[in-house]
């Protein structure tokens, strides 16, 4: 499996962005992919994720009530729509795959590229 992430940029404080993941091979139900970020300086932190079959998600509290995960129905891609966006999201997101059902931050072993989100104040 290969993941393909776009979607990043720049964008003034309130603001929106959707970030996509393509993922190239085949995602079966008890997968699940996810979305990490990383700040210049600062540890990665695990931010969204969804089960590719249940459809159930995970948000970090930093991100709840702004960013929505959801999965194309016939693609093997997962969205990232974030709003409200504030400067302390700035960072490079990375999207993130594994064969699992459970929502820990572990044993993701699938990993795209990662995509550059710069928030203005």
């Known amino acids: 499996v290969q993941l393909q992430a776009c979607g990043g940029g720049l964008v003034q404080a309130g603001g929106s962005l959707r970030l996509s993941c393509a993922a190239s091979?085949?995602?079966?139900?008890?997968?699940?992919m996810g979305w990490f970020r990383q700040a210049p300086g600062k540890e990665r932190e695990y931010v969204v994720a969804?089960?590719?079959?249940?459809?159930?998600?995970y948000y970090a509290d930093s991100v709840k009530g702004r960013f929505t995960i959801s999965r194309g129905n016939a693609e093997n891609t997962v969205y990232l729509q974030m709003n409200s966006l504030k400067p302390e999201d700035t960072a490079v997101y990375y999207c993130?795959?594994?064969?699992?059902?459970?929502?820990?931050?572990?044993?993701?072993?699938?990993w795209g590229q990662g995509t550059l989100v710069t928030v203005s104040s």
């Open positions: 993130a795959a594994k064969r699992s059902n459970s929502f820990s931050p572990y044993d993701y072993n699938y």
């Open positions: 969804i089960h590719w079959s249940a459809f159930s998600t």
């Open positions: 091979g085949s995602i079966f139900s008890n997968w699940i």
